[in-house]
């Protein structure tokens, strides 16, 4: 049974509200003026809907509420206020609400927000959550920042395991980053894939450590003609089945099986490094994500390698794309080489220092928000944005890559 929580005022009289909300799933909502306990009642799962007052709220609670619905996925608001002004439903959704209505709130009114949330729900990815890691630019760390966010992930111990899963054919690395000799690669779950379920998933993965596992790419270029769009989507199926969270390592060419797996993950952190070429990339492949119309809460936007020497300002990054960057990941280029060359995830490189540690910290701080979770204070400040989203372009993209 869902839970909502009404901030006092939202909806006007609520008595002639409960029947909606008990005929909708939900348990009697309860009111409160109590903002404090928010983020309390958000991290323990005790409420999934959040009925918020946009006029006459303080500015902070706004902000807090912007910031619990990035940070909790599963977590929906609906905004209220007297008037539907343009300028309030547009700031509402910017702000991450899902629904708005006119206050006080009729029947009617609040059935069909409750429905469309249900709706919104219901398509919600079943299973584990899959992250994708991309680039348009080969040599940006992307296999570095997927090993290393899947170990961070693993460390955080969520309800099940953890992968990384490597869909580069013919010069995939995550074998290489993590000293891995498989015995089973992609291409042996391509030639299985008709019959395989979680076992056969599990005996072709490496177990890297406690809960952390990987499927290595496969050099064999034969195979890899087998690993199609549809093979790439059933895959997902199997992984997201299988491990609470996955992160995909993906070629940075653009074919039908490099969209399959944009478009079926959850989320997209698209890497880049804050070059004149790096810029033009990412923006090229953001505008590729616009026309397959993908949510924008579903990129996030990652610099990597970022440096004190690095001469652009970040609001002129964010002018050139369109789009503040989300997270910025520290350059730590010793780590990094120590920790391939002993095939390890950098947090087990065993190097002490500011640049080491801010980077290290990056990947947990990533993970958490990820997973929705808090209890981690980094010693190195870092924005990200996370929110959950699907794609919906892949079928119209293989028509015109085919052409």
């Known amino acids: 049974m869902r839970r909502a929580l009404i901030l006092q005022g939202a909806l006007g009289p609520l008595t002639p509200l409960y029947p909606v909300f008990t005929g909708a799933g939900f348990a009697r909502p309860e009111e409160t003026d109590r903002v404090d306990v928010l983020p309390e009642l958000v991290e323990r799962g005790d409420v999934d809907l959040l009925v918020v007052p946009l006029e006459g709220a303080a500015p902070a609670t706004l902000d807090l509420i912007e910031d619990l619905l990035r940070q909790r996925d599963g977590l929906v608001a609906i905004g209220t206020a007297p008037e539907a002004s343009s300028d309030v439903i547009l700031a509402a959704f910017r702000r991450g609400y899902s629904e708005f209505i006119v206050s006080p709130a009729t ?113 064999d270029i034969e195979i890899g003609e087998d690993v199609t769009a549809d093979a790439v989507m059933r895959i997902m199926d199997l992984m997201r089945s299988t491990y609470s969270y996955t992160v995909l390592d993906v070629e940075h060419t653009v074919s039908p099986r490099t969209i399959a797996a944009l478009d079926g993950a959850d989320r997209i952190l698209l890497v880049f490094q804050v070059t004149v070429a790096g810029l033009r990339k990412a923006k090229r492949a953001l505008a590729m994500f616009e026309q397959l119309e993908f949510a924008k809460e579903k990129i996030v936007l990652v610099a990597n390698r970022v440096g004190t020497s690095d001469v652009m300002a970040w609001p002129d990054v964010a002018k050139a794309l369109g789009r503040a960057v989300d997270f910025r990941m520290p350059n730590s280029f010793q780590l990094v080489a120590d920790a391939q060359t002993r095939g390890v995830p950098i947090a087990l490189a065993g190097m002490n220092g500011g640049s080491a540690q801010a980077l290290i910290e990056a990947y947990q701080l990533l993970a958490i928000r990820i997973m929705g979770q808090k209890g981690f204070t980094p010693s190195a400040g870092a924005s990200i944005v996370t929110t959950n989203g699907t794609g919906s372009g892949i079928g119209r993209l293989l028509s015109k890559l085919r052409k």
């Open 107 to 219: 029947p009617s009114d609040l059935s069909g927000a409750l429905a469309r949330l249900e709706a919104k729900w219901a398509r919600a990815p079943k299973g584990g959550h899959i992250t994708a890691v991309y680039s348009p630019a080969g040599g940006a760390g992307v296999t570095t920042l997927a090993v290393n966010l899947a170990h961070a992930l693993s460390v955080r111990k969520p309800p099940g395991r953890v992968a990384v899963a490597d869909l580069v054919v013919g010069l995939g690395d995550v074998s290489t980053h993590l000293n891995l000799s498989p015995t089973y690669d992609l291409g042996e779950l391509v030639r299985k894939l008709d019959r395989a379920d979680s076992e056969s998933l599990h005996s072709i993965t490496v177990g890297v450590q406690e809960g952390f596992d990987a499927l290595t790419g496969t050099d």
